[in-house]
Protein backbone atom coordinates (compact mmCIF):
# COMPACT_ATOMS: atom_id res chain seq x y z
CA UNK A 1 0.00 0.00 0.00
CA UNK A 2 1.37 3.34 -0.60
CA UNK A 3 1.56 6.05 1.50
CA UNK A 4 -0.47 9.13 0.65
CA UNK A 5 1.77 12.57 0.14
CA UNK A 6 0.02 16.08 -0.30
CA UNK A 7 2.82 18.68 -0.78
CA UNK A 8 1.75 22.41 -1.08
CA UNK A 9 3.37 24.39 -3.22
CA UNK A 10 3.17 28.34 -2.30
CA UNK A 11 4.42 29.91 -5.39
CA UNK A 12 5.52 33.24 -4.66
CA UNK A 13 3.66 33.52 -2.11
CA UNK A 14 3.93 34.46 1.47
CA UNK A 15 5.85 36.51 3.98
CA UNK A 16 7.82 36.29 7.62
CA UNK A 17 4.55 37.12 9.41
CA UNK A 18 2.11 34.68 6.95
CA UNK A 19 4.60 32.11 6.77
CA UNK A 20 4.58 31.54 10.90
CA UNK A 21 1.25 31.54 10.98
CA UNK A 22 0.55 29.17 8.20
CA UNK A 23 3.55 26.94 9.58
CA UNK A 24 2.40 27.22 13.47
CA UNK A 25 -1.18 25.92 12.42
CA UNK A 26 -0.04 23.26 10.08
CA UNK A 27 2.17 21.56 13.28
CA UNK A 28 -1.15 22.19 15.27
CA UNK A 29 -3.11 20.30 12.82
CA UNK A 30 -1.10 17.20 13.55
CA UNK A 31 -1.05 14.14 13.42
CA UNK A 32 -1.89 13.99 9.26
CA UNK A 33 -2.20 10.36 8.00
CA UNK A 34 -0.62 11.24 5.11
CA UNK A 35 3.27 12.73 4.88
CA UNK A 36 2.64 16.37 4.42
CA UNK A 37 5.41 19.13 2.84
CA UNK A 38 5.52 22.67 1.61
CA UNK A 39 7.54 23.50 -0.92
CA UNK A 40 8.04 27.24 0.20
CA UNK A 41 10.29 29.88 -1.90
CA UNK A 42 14.00 29.43 -1.20
CA UNK A 43 14.89 32.61 0.43
CA UNK A 44 12.16 31.11 3.37
CA UNK A 45 13.63 27.33 3.18
CA UNK A 46 15.94 28.20 6.50
CA UNK A 47 13.07 29.82 8.55
CA UNK A 48 10.76 26.84 7.35
CA UNK A 49 13.39 24.17 8.07
CA UNK A 50 13.72 25.89 11.51
CA UNK A 51 10.17 25.83 12.42
CA UNK A 52 9.71 22.71 10.99
CA UNK A 53 12.40 20.60 12.67
CA UNK A 54 11.77 17.79 14.77
CA UNK A 55 8.03 17.81 13.29
CA UNK A 56 7.36 15.12 10.92
CA UNK A 57 6.11 17.71 8.49
CA UNK A 58 8.20 18.08 5.39
CA UNK A 59 9.41 20.99 3.68
CA UNK A 60 11.06 21.62 0.15
CA UNK A 61 12.14 23.91 -3.17
CA UNK A 62 9.94 24.77 -6.09
CA UNK A 63 13.01 24.65 -8.38
CA UNK A 64 17.06 23.86 -8.40
CA UNK A 65 19.76 24.27 -10.76
CA UNK A 66 20.87 21.66 -12.95
CA UNK A 67 24.33 22.66 -11.96
CA UNK A 68 26.50 21.52 -9.65
CA UNK A 69 27.77 25.16 -8.86
CA UNK A 70 29.74 27.82 -10.57
CA UNK A 71 28.74 31.32 -12.40
CA UNK A 72 25.30 30.70 -12.68
CA UNK A 73 23.69 34.21 -10.82
CA UNK A 74 20.65 33.29 -8.71
CA UNK A 75 20.57 30.04 -9.06
CA UNK A 76 20.24 27.77 -6.15
CA UNK A 77 22.23 24.42 -5.74
CA UNK A 78 21.13 20.87 -5.31
CA UNK A 79 23.65 20.73 -2.61
CA UNK A 80 22.47 23.97 -0.96
CA UNK A 81 18.74 22.75 -0.87
CA UNK A 82 20.21 19.75 1.33
CA UNK A 83 21.90 21.99 3.44
CA UNK A 84 18.74 23.74 4.59
CA UNK A 85 17.33 20.20 5.13
CA UNK A 86 14.95 19.72 1.89
CA UNK A 87 13.20 16.36 1.09
CA UNK A 88 12.07 17.39 -1.70
CA UNK A 89 12.39 19.64 -4.68
CA UNK A 90 9.55 20.75 -7.45
CA UNK A 91 10.89 20.63 -11.47
CA UNK A 92 9.51 21.15 -14.14
CA UNK A 93 6.70 22.76 -12.87
CA UNK A 94 4.52 24.36 -15.91
CA UNK A 95 4.78 27.90 -14.51
CA UNK A 96 8.60 27.43 -14.72
CA UNK A 97 8.21 25.20 -18.47
CA UNK A 98 6.15 28.18 -19.57
CA UNK A 99 7.20 31.08 -17.81
CA UNK A 100 11.25 30.24 -18.21
CA UNK A 101 11.24 28.08 -20.94
CA UNK A 102 12.28 25.13 -18.89
CA UNK A 103 12.73 21.68 -21.70
CA UNK A 104 11.95 18.47 -20.82
CA UNK A 105 15.78 18.00 -21.08
CA UNK A 106 16.69 20.76 -18.92
CA UNK A 107 13.91 19.57 -16.44
CA UNK A 108 15.26 15.88 -16.50
CA UNK A 109 19.04 17.18 -15.76
CA UNK A 110 17.49 19.45 -12.45
CA UNK A 111 15.99 16.01 -11.21
CA UNK A 112 19.37 14.27 -11.75
CA UNK A 113 21.19 17.10 -9.95
CA UNK A 114 18.77 16.80 -6.80
CA UNK A 115 18.59 13.39 -6.62
CA UNK A 116 22.53 13.44 -6.69
CA UNK A 117 22.76 15.56 -3.44
CA UNK A 118 19.81 13.10 -1.83
CA UNK A 119 17.02 15.51 -2.78
CA UNK A 120 14.16 14.17 -4.35
CA UNK A 121 12.39 15.62 -7.27
CA UNK A 122 8.70 15.75 -7.58
CA UNK A 123 8.87 16.20 -11.32
CA UNK A 124 5.96 17.94 -12.78
CA UNK A 125 3.97 16.71 -16.22
CA UNK A 126 1.01 17.98 -17.58
CA UNK A 127 -0.46 18.88 -20.97
CA UNK A 128 -2.35 22.21 -22.10
CA UNK A 129 -6.17 22.92 -23.18
CA UNK A 130 -4.99 23.02 -26.80
CA UNK A 131 -2.40 19.81 -26.16
CA UNK A 132 -5.99 17.93 -24.43
CA UNK A 133 -8.33 18.94 -27.26
CA UNK A 134 -6.25 17.78 -30.03
CA UNK A 135 -5.52 14.08 -28.06
CA UNK A 136 -1.99 14.87 -27.39
CA UNK A 137 -2.46 14.56 -23.34
CA UNK A 138 -1.16 10.94 -22.94
CA UNK A 139 1.79 11.54 -25.91
CA UNK A 140 2.50 14.71 -23.68
CA UNK A 141 2.76 13.51 -20.67
CA UNK A 142 4.93 10.29 -21.44
CA UNK A 143 6.89 12.38 -23.46
CA UNK A 144 7.45 14.69 -20.36
CA UNK A 145 8.02 11.91 -18.43
CA UNK A 146 10.36 9.71 -20.91
CA UNK A 147 12.93 12.59 -20.68
CA UNK A 148 13.20 12.27 -16.85
CA UNK A 149 13.14 8.92 -16.96
CA UNK A 150 16.12 8.17 -19.60
CA UNK A 151 18.31 10.53 -17.67
CA UNK A 152 18.19 8.80 -14.26
CA UNK A 153 17.80 5.93 -15.77
CA UNK A 154 18.46 3.37 -12.42
CA UNK A 155 17.31 6.09 -9.96
CA UNK A 156 13.88 6.80 -12.05
CA UNK A 157 12.25 4.80 -9.12
CA UNK A 158 13.33 7.63 -6.70
CA UNK A 159 11.31 10.49 -8.35
CA UNK A 160 7.90 11.61 -6.94
CA UNK A 161 5.59 12.57 -10.10
CA UNK A 162 2.98 15.07 -10.50
CA UNK A 163 0.20 15.14 -12.68
CA UNK A 164 -0.54 19.06 -13.09
CA UNK A 165 -3.00 19.51 -16.41
CA UNK A 166 -2.27 23.36 -17.74
CA UNK A 167 -5.31 23.92 -17.78
CA UNK A 168 -6.75 22.92 -13.88
CA UNK A 169 -3.74 25.29 -12.29
CA UNK A 170 -5.15 27.96 -10.71
CA UNK A 171 -8.19 27.80 -12.50
CA UNK A 172 -10.70 26.25 -10.31
CA UNK A 173 -11.18 23.96 -13.06
CA UNK A 174 -9.78 20.54 -11.57
CA UNK A 175 -9.81 17.43 -13.49
CA UNK A 176 -12.47 14.90 -13.00
CA UNK A 177 -11.36 12.06 -11.00
CA UNK A 178 -11.75 9.86 -14.12
CA UNK A 179 -9.82 12.10 -16.53
CA UNK A 180 -6.93 12.37 -13.80
CA UNK A 181 -7.32 8.43 -13.11
CA UNK A 182 -6.88 7.81 -16.75
CA UNK A 183 -3.56 9.50 -16.70
CA UNK A 184 -2.16 8.59 -13.89
CA UNK A 185 -2.64 5.25 -15.07
CA UNK A 186 -0.87 5.99 -17.88
CA UNK A 187 2.12 7.22 -15.96
CA UNK A 188 2.15 4.51 -13.41
CA UNK A 189 2.57 1.74 -16.36
CA UNK A 190 5.04 3.72 -17.88
CA UNK A 191 7.13 3.84 -15.09
CA UNK A 192 6.65 0.34 -14.34
CA UNK A 193 8.00 -0.77 -17.82
CA UNK A 194 11.09 1.06 -17.24
CA UNK A 195 11.61 0.86 -13.89
CA UNK A 196 10.21 -2.49 -12.43
CA UNK A 197 9.03 -0.67 -9.48
CA UNK A 198 5.71 1.70 -10.57
CA UNK A 199 3.89 0.09 -8.22
CA UNK A 200 5.48 1.49 -5.55
CA UNK A 201 6.07 5.02 -7.01
CA UNK A 202 3.80 8.18 -5.49
CA UNK A 203 2.16 9.72 -8.52
CA UNK A 204 0.57 13.30 -7.08
CA UNK A 205 -2.44 14.73 -9.04
CA UNK A 206 -2.62 18.67 -9.03
CA UNK A 207 -4.56 21.30 -10.44
CA UNK A 208 -7.50 23.08 -8.32
CA UNK A 209 -7.51 20.73 -5.27
CA UNK A 210 -9.99 21.96 -2.70
CA UNK A 211 -11.30 20.69 0.54
CA UNK A 212 -14.28 19.78 -1.30
CA UNK A 213 -12.74 17.47 -3.97
CA UNK A 214 -9.80 16.20 -1.95
CA UNK A 215 -11.29 12.88 -0.72
CA UNK A 216 -12.54 12.17 -3.73
CA UNK A 217 -9.20 12.54 -5.99
CA UNK A 218 -7.84 11.11 -2.89
CA UNK A 219 -9.93 8.39 -2.98
CA UNK A 220 -8.85 7.16 -6.53
CA UNK A 221 -6.84 3.74 -6.78
CA UNK A 222 -3.78 5.80 -8.46
CA UNK A 223 -3.78 9.02 -7.24
CA UNK A 224 -1.56 8.90 -4.22
CA UNK A 225 -1.80 12.45 -2.99
CA UNK A 226 -1.82 16.06 -4.36
CA UNK A 227 0.32 19.26 -5.26
CA UNK A 228 -1.67 22.35 -3.91
CA UNK A 229 -0.90 25.76 -4.96
CA UNK A 230 -3.56 28.65 -3.85
CA UNK A 231 -5.09 26.52 -1.01
CA UNK A 232 -2.22 25.30 0.40
CA UNK A 233 -2.11 29.17 1.11
CA UNK A 234 -5.04 28.84 4.01
CA UNK A 235 -4.50 26.77 6.77
CA UNK A 236 -7.97 25.64 7.56
CA UNK A 237 -7.95 24.37 3.64
CA UNK A 238 -4.59 22.91 3.81
CA UNK A 239 -4.89 21.30 6.63
CA UNK A 240 -8.56 19.65 5.47
CA UNK A 241 -7.02 18.85 2.24
CA UNK A 242 -4.03 16.64 4.15
CA UNK A 243 -6.72 15.00 6.66
CA UNK A 244 -8.68 13.85 2.92
CA UNK A 245 -5.62 11.92 2.14
CA UNK A 246 -5.14 8.62 4.35
P1 LIG B 1 -3.71 25.32 -7.72
O1 LIG B 1 -3.96 24.32 -6.64
O2 LIG B 1 -3.75 26.74 -7.26
O3 LIG B 1 -4.56 25.07 -8.92
O4 LIG B 1 -2.19 25.11 -8.21
C1 LIG B 1 -1.76 23.82 -8.53
C2 LIG B 1 -0.30 23.87 -8.69
O5 LIG B 1 0.22 24.43 -9.62
C3 LIG B 1 0.51 23.20 -7.66
O6 LIG B 1 1.83 23.06 -8.08
Not at 5 to 23: D, Q, T
Not at 98 to 125: M, S, W
Not at 147 to 154: C, E, G, N, S, Y
Not at 216 to 225: M, N, S
Request: with cysteine; net charge neutral.
Amino acid sequence: MRRKLVVGNWKMHGSRPANAELLAALLAGRPYRADVAVCVPSIYLNETAATLAGSDLRWGAQDVSAHEQGAYTGEISAAMLAECGCRYTLVGHSERRACHAETDALVAAKAQAALARGVTPIVCVGETLAERDAGQTEAVVKRQLSAVITRLAHCAAEMVVAYEPVWAIGTGRTASPEQALAVHAVLRAQLQAATGHGAAMTILYGGSVKPDNAATLFAQADIDGGLIGGASLKAADFIAICRAAH
